[in-house]
């Protein structure tokens, strides 16, 4: 059992710009962290302000914010030593994740919902919860103290479905891992390695656990959480014992009995109790078998949730059992076994409970996607040309980078300017300028595809991102544009070119590299083409390509595009 826990493309400015663009997105986690932070000490507070921001992620349609908000509830609800909050926030917090990318955060859920499963005695669910959440660690790479809390939490999941060679695996690479990058968090050093020594002991390994005792030795004065350092007492007490070594076994335990907490009742603690109580009462040692029996009187008058009792229960049916009180034990044992079907009972109603709340939780997350999704397109469109804004272009681009990285395809960009639009603004006011832009993004809609978004990248610029496209094809893109925009006939008297609106263009087409892995960086080489196609006269396209390194001027070309 898992011992006590404490509580405890462009230049630079652009390149800034742009990061801050994509760290919006996680500006409803950012908020749900905050909250969490500033009310770190005051759990009735921080719940109040969590189930705010759940309203406002709901009346928004801000999914990460909701799912995030859930997520610390649970946490803050299992501080609270409030199962059914934890198991309800937590499942929420699992069901809503599942549906973005916030892999860390559902991880987190899902530990929360072992946890709350684990405390109810439910095993065999804590097992599935921490089975998931350790997949997702792996599945996305997810490192640092997460993955720590993946390895420990599965480990002791295994260890209560008595499987204890498969948690000593676990715990193993734990440590490991916390010896080599948090080297100073020596509570939780100090506690893995108590969980691993029982884990041996449990295997009959007594030696080794005692190896392991010994090597976390002088770490036992630097904690300050004192059930951990008494649960060390009562767990190296219990080895001793078993190997007959009952001297040690009395002064470990006489230790424990020392600085035993009052007012601290963390069940792994109470349950390390029950077997060394059985161990000394069995031995006719009375007068810390006494001590033991006071210390869970207390323990049931102050919980009584049914797994508290059944703890006590059964340590003091086993009390009077072993000290001959055949009629005291025949009560608390048929306690225990009306207890025991008790916990039963409330683990099958919590299925059921859970149950109904999954399907509400699905039904309001069905809510949430669609407001989400009716804002995402309100927020993503730009109002005049009904094209996508740069921030939600930056978005999608993200995507295709990505996207067309895995494929090993490649990812084209194409910069359009309308000729003379600045002369013609000046001439014929805004008004005729916002027909003129209003006609060249109804031409560009005309010609999106799932792999060819078109955005108004701004004034009289637009901007196509595409994927998956040979170069030709994307070519193509510009060429249909441009012809469609000069057949059109739209007029601008102040262009030379005819008296009609014509446009310049950059294309360019790049597999993806380290080098070209932003769409500031893909569409600065189009921006250099388009630059090219100005200077050449307008009503152009012109292509860039490069022969040699991507980084390198000199290695660049522009082939002019007939259309």
Same mark, same amino acid.
């Given at each position: 059992?898992?011992?006590?826990?404490?509580?405890?493309?462009?230049?630079?400015?652009?390149?800034?710009?742009?990061?801050?663009?994509? +760290?919006?997105?996680?500006?409803?986690?950012?908020?749900?962290?905050?909250? *969490?932070?500033?009310?770190?000490?005051?759990?009735?507070?921080?719940?109040?302000?969590?189930?705010?921001?759940?309203?406002?992620?709901?009346?928004?349609?801000?999914?990460?914010?909701? !799912?995030?908000?859930?997520?610390?509830?649970?946490?803050?609800?299992?501080?609270?030593?409030?199962?059914?909050?934890?198991?309800?926030?937590?499942?929420?917090?699992?069901?809503?994740?599942?549906?973005?990318?916030?892999?860390?955060?559902?991880?987190?859920?899902?530990?929360?919902?072992?946890?709350?499963?684990?405390?109810?005695?439910?095993?065999?669910?804590?097992?599935?919860?921490?089975?998931?959440?350790?997949?997702?660690?792996?599945?996305?790479?997810?490192? !640092?103290?997460?993955?720590?809390?993946?390895?420990?939490?599965?480990?002791?999941?295994?260890?209560?479905?008595?499987?204890?060679?498969?948690?000593?695996?676990?715990?193993?690479?734990?440590?490991?891992?916390?010896?080599?990058?948090?080297?100073?968090?020596?509570?939780?050093?100090? +506690?893995?390695?108590?969980?691993?020594? !029982?884990?041996?002991?449990?295997?009959?390994?007594?030696?080794?656990?005692?190896?392991?005792?010994?090597?976390?030795?002088?770490?036992?004065?630097?904690?300050?959480?004192?059930?951990?350092?008494?649960?060390?007492?009562?767990?190296? *007490?219990?080895?001793?014992?078993?190997?007959?070594?009952?001297?040690?076994?009395?002064?470990?335990?006489?230790? *424990?009995?020392?600085?035993?907490?009052?007012?601290?009742?963390?069940?792994?603690?109470?349950?390390?109790?029950?077997?060394?109580?059985?161990?000394?009462?069995?031995?006719?040692?009375?007068?810390?078998?006494?001590?033991?029996?006071?210390?869970?009187?207390?323990?049931?008058?102050?919980?009584?949730?049914?797994?508290?009792?059944?703890?006590?229960?059964?340590?003091?049916?086993?009390?009077?059992?072993?000290?001959?009180?055949?009629?005291?034990?025949?009560?608390?044992?048929?306690?225990?076994?009306?207890?025991?079907?008790?916990?039963?009972?409330?683990?099958?109603?919590?299925?059921?409970?859970?149950?109904?709340?999954?399907?509400?939780?699905?039904?309001?997350?069905?809510?949430?996607?669609?407001?989400?999704?009716?804002?995402?397109?309100?927020?993503?469109?730009?109002?005049?040309?009904?094209?996508?804004?740069?921030?939600?272009?930056?978005?999608?681009?993200?995507?295709?980078?990505?996207?067309?990285?895995?494929?090993?395809?490649?990812?084209?960009?194409?910069?359009?300017?309308?000729?003379?639009?600045?002369?013609?603004?000046?001439?014929?006011?805004?008004?005729?300028?916002?027909?003129?832009? @209003?006609?060249?993004?109804?031409?560009?809609?005309?010609?999106?595809? @799932?792999?060819?978004?078109?955005?108004?990248?701004?004034?009289?610029?637009?901007?196509?991102?595409?994927?998956?496209?040979?170069?030709?094809?994307?070519?193509?893109?510009?060429?249909?544009?441009?012809?469609?925009?000069?057949?059109?006939?739209?007029?601008?008297?102040?262009?030379?070119?005819? !008296?009609?609106?014509?446009?310049?263009?950059?294309?360019?087409?790049? *597999?993806?590299?380290?080098?070209?892995?932003?769409?500031?960086?893909?569409?600065?080489?189009?921006?250099?083409?388009?630059?090219?196609?100005?200077?050449?006269?307008?009503?152009?396209?012109?292509?860039?390509?490069?022969?040699?390194?991507?980084?390198?001027?000199?290695?660049?070309?522009?082939?002019?595009?007939?259309?």
């Amino acid at each position: 059992m898992q011992g006590p826990v404490p509580k405890t493309a462009g230049d630079k400015a652009e390149k800034i710009k742009y990061i801050g663009v994509f +760290m919006k997105k996680n500006k409803s986690v950012a908020a749900v962290a905050e909250v *969490a932070q500033v009310y770190s000490e005051n759990t009735e507070k921080k719940i109040k302000e969590l189930k705010r921001l759940v309203s406002e992620g709901r009346k928004t349609g801000d999914i990460l914010m909701v !799912g995030a908000a859930y997520c610390l509830l649970s946490e803050a609800y299992d501080e609270k030593d409030d199962l059914h909050g934890t198991l309800v926030s937590a499942l929420k917090a699992v069901t809503i994740l599942e549906n973005t990318d916030e892999y860390e955060l559902l991880a987190k859920s899902y530990f929360a919902l072992g946890r709350a499963y684990i405390n109810q005695g439910a095993f065999q669910m804590s097992l599935v919860c921490d089975e998931q959440a350790y997949g997702i660690v792996k599945k996305h790479r997810i490192k !640092g103290e997460t993955k720590i809390a993946a390895l420990n939490n599965l480990s002791v999941s295994y260890h209560a479905m008595d499987e204890p060679r498969k948690s000593i695996k676990h715990l193993n690479e734990c440590i490991d891992l916390l010896k080599k990058d948090y080297a100073e968090k020596t509570a939780d050093l100090f +506690m893995y390695s108590i969980n691993l020594a !029982g884990c041996y002991k449990d295997v009959g390994e007594f030696e080794r656990a005692e190896e392991i005792f010994d090597s976390i030795n002088s770490l036992a004065e630097k904690v300050d959480f004192k059930p951990l350092v008494c649960d060390y007492y009562i767990r190296r *007490a219990i080895v001793s014992y078993l190997r007959k070594d009952r001297d040690s076994g009395n002064g470990y335990m006489d230790s *424990a009995l020392s600085i035993f907490p009052k007012d601290v009742y963390p069940i792994p603690l109470y349950d390390d109790l029950c077997e060394v109580s059985r161990i000394i009462t069995k031995s006719k040692d009375r007068k810390r078998s006494e001590r033991i029996f006071d210390i869970m009187t207390v323990y049931a008058k102050n919980n009584p949730g049914t797994l508290e009792q059944l703890f006590a229960v059964r340590m003091m049916s086993n009390y009077y059992k072993d000290f001959g009180e055949y009629k005291l034990a025949a009560e608390y044992f048929a306690k225990y076994e009306e207890l025991n079907d008790k916990q039963l009972r409330e683990v099958k109603e919590t299925e059921l409970k859970l149950h109904e709340t999954t399907r509400r939780t699905e039904a309001e997350i069905g809510r949430l996607q669609r407001k989400m999704r009716e804002n995402e397109l309100l927020f993503s469109i730009e109002p005049l040309t009904k094209l996508l804004n740069r921030s939600a272009l930056l978005r999608v681009s993200e995507k295709f980078i990505e996207s067309a990285a895995k494929k090993k395809q490649k990812v084209g960009a194409v910069f359009f300017d309308i000729d003379y639009f600045k002369q013609c603004n000046d001439t014929y006011g805004h008004a005729r300028g916002d027909e003129i832009i @209003k006609e060249v993004a109804r031409i560009c809609r005309n010609q999106e595809t @799932k792999n060819v978004r078109f955005a108004r990248y701004g004034g009289d610029e637009f901007f196509a991102i595409t994927k998956g496209l040979a170069d030709e094809e994307v070519c193509n893109v510009a060429r249909k544009v441009c012809r469609t925009v000069l057949n059109a006939g739209i007029a601008n008297e102040k262009n030379p070119n005819g !008296g009609i609106v014509t446009l310049s263009v950059g294309v360019v087409n790049v *597999a993806i590299t380290d080098r070209t892995d932003t769409i500031l960086e893909i569409a600065n080489y189009a921006d250099k083409a388009l630059y090219h196609a100005k200077n050449s006269g307008r009503n152009a396209i012109y292509e860039i390509v490069y022969r040699g390194d991507e980084t390198e001027d000199a290695g660049a070309s522009y082939v002019r595009i007939d259309f």
